[in-house]
C-alpha cells in the first residue's frame, strides 16, 4: 500500500511539535499552566523549538528503521525487517542517544538503566528493566506504524520489539502495539471516531499472543507461568484503560484535565489512552488537539507528542499552522526519516 507522504511526514512532525509545546508545561498543574500560557494553555510554538527525549528516541526509531531496510543482498533486493537486525540497529542507536551530549532533557531512568546494560555489551533481553512500563516503551513507536509493504505480524513484533529493548513489562508491549497501530491506521484513512473500537478488537484478538521470533525468552524472565500468561496481563491492563477512554469519549468533556480521566500518563497505557483522548476530543483540529494534550497535570510531553503524530497522520503536515515546520528543533533529521520511511532509501 503507497502511504500519503504529507501524512506521514504530519504524523513525526507532529509529534516533535506536542514535544515542544509540552515540554515547559510537563510537572506543573493545569491552574499554573493556564497562569503561565493563559487560558487554554500554549498556543504556539516556542522560541527555539526545542524538543524532548521523546522525539529523539523517536528518531532513534525512525532512523533505525530505514537503516534496516537499507540491508540488502547488494543487487538491489531488501532482506525482510527482523528481530535480529532491528534489534542490534536499535540498540546501537539507543546507546548512541545516551551517550549523545543532546541528551539534555531529563531522559527517563528506566531508559537510561537499560541502554547502560547495551553499552555494556549485554544482550537486550538481559538489559532490559522488566518491571517498567513507562511511558518510555511506546513515546517512540509510531515511526513503526508510518512503514508501508510489511505484514500485520512484523508491525507487531517490531513494535514490541522496541519496547522490549527497555521497558520489559508485558504491558508496555501492548501499548506500544496499540500506539503503532492507531498510527497506521489513522495514516491509511480510519475514521478517528472508529479508533477505540478498533483498538479494544485487537487488544481481545491478541491477548495471548506472544511474538517469539521478536521477543525470544523475554518472558521467561517475567513471575509468569507461560508466555500467553505474561502477554494477557499486559493486554488485560490496555483494555481496562480502553474501558476508561470509551467512557470519556462518550462524556466528551473538553474543559477538564484529560489526565483526570485516562490517568496521568507516566505509564504506557495511559499515555496511550490520554493521547488519544486529546486527539479525539479534537479530531478535526490538530493545533486544538496538541494545546488541550500540553494543558495537562501529567506527563505532557509525551501525551502532546503521541496526540500530534495520531492528528499529523490523520489530517497531514498542512493541517499545522504555517511556520512550524522551519521551526521545529531537529526539523532536518524528520524530514529524512519521512522521505526514508516513504521509499525505503538509507538516510
Not at 21 to 34: D, Q
Not at 50 to 61: G, R, S, Y
Not at 124 to 135: D, F, H, P
Not at 292 to 297: F, L, Q, V, W
Request: charged share 20%; net charge negative.
Amino acid at each position: 500500500m503507497t502511504v500519503d507522504g504529507s501524512r506521514l511526514a504530519g504524523s513525526l512532525f507532529g509529534l516533535a511539535y506536542g514535544d515542544a509545546l509540552g515540554k515547559p508545561t510537563e510537572f506543573i498543574s493545569v491552574a499554573e499552566i493556564e497562569r503561565i500560557f493563559g487560558p487554554g494553555g500554549p498556543s504556539n510554538l516556542p522560541e527555539p523549538a526545542l524538543v524532548t527525549d521523546d522525539t529523539q528516541m523517536a528518531l532513534a526509531v525512525g532512523e533505525g528503521l530505514v537503516e534496516a531496510l537499507s540491508y540488502g543482498d547488494g543487487d538491489g533486493s531488501q532482506h525482510p525487517l527482523t528481530a535480529d537486525a532491528l534489534s542490534v540497529v536499535w540498540s546501537r542507536r539507543f546507546v548512541e542517544w545516551a551517550h549523545s551530549p543532546d541528551n539534555n532533557r531529563a531522559p527517563g531512568m528506566t531508559c537510561l538503566r537499560a541502554c547502560g546494560g547495551l553499552a555494556e555489551g549485554k544482550l537486550w533481553v538481559e538489559a532490559t528493566v522488566m518491571s517498567s512500563k513507562g511511558c518510555g516503551a511506546n513515546m517512540r513507536v509510531t515511526p513503526v506504524g508510518l512503514l508501508s509493504g510489511i505484514s500485520s505480524s512484523t508491525r507487531a513484533g517490531a513494535a514490541q520489539l522496541q519496547a522490549a529493548l527497555t521497558h520489559g513489562h508485558s504491558t508496555g508491549l501492548a501499548a506500544s502495539e496499540l500506539t503503532a497501530y492507531a498510527t497506521w491506521w489513522l495514516l491509511t484513512g480510519m475514521k478517528p471516531a472508529d479508533l477505540p473500537g478498533e483498538l479494544r478488537a485487537r487488544a481481545e484478538q491478541q491477548r495471548e499472543v506472544y511474538h517469539h521470533n521478536w521477543l525470544g525468552e523475554l518472558w521467561k524472565r517475567s513471575h509468569a507461568t507461560s508466555p500467553e500468561s505474561f502477554m494477557a496481563r499486559g493486554w488485560d491492563e490496555c483494555l481496562a484503560v480502553l474501558d476508561r477512554l470509551d467512557a470519556a469519549v462518550r462524556v466528551r468533556d473538553r474543559k477538564s484535565d484529560p489526565c483526570d480521566a485516562t490517568g496521568a500518563g507516566w505509564i504506557a497505557e495511559e499515555a496511550l489512552a490520554t493521547a488519544l483522548l486529546s486527539f479525539l476530543l479534537f479530531p478535526d483540529d490538530p493545533k486544538a488537539a496538541l494545546r488541550r494534550a500540553a494543558t495537562t497535570s501529567g506527563d505532557s510531553d509525551s501525551i502532546a507528542a503521541l496526540a500530534g503524530a495520531f492528528a499529523g497522520a490523520a489530517h497531514g503536515i498542512g493541517a499545522f499552522p504555517e511556520g512550524w515546520r522551519e521551526r521545529i528543533e531537529y526539523a532536518d533529521r524528520l524530514e529524512a526519516v519521512a522521505a526514508g520511511l516513504a521509499s525505503g532509501s538509507p538516510i
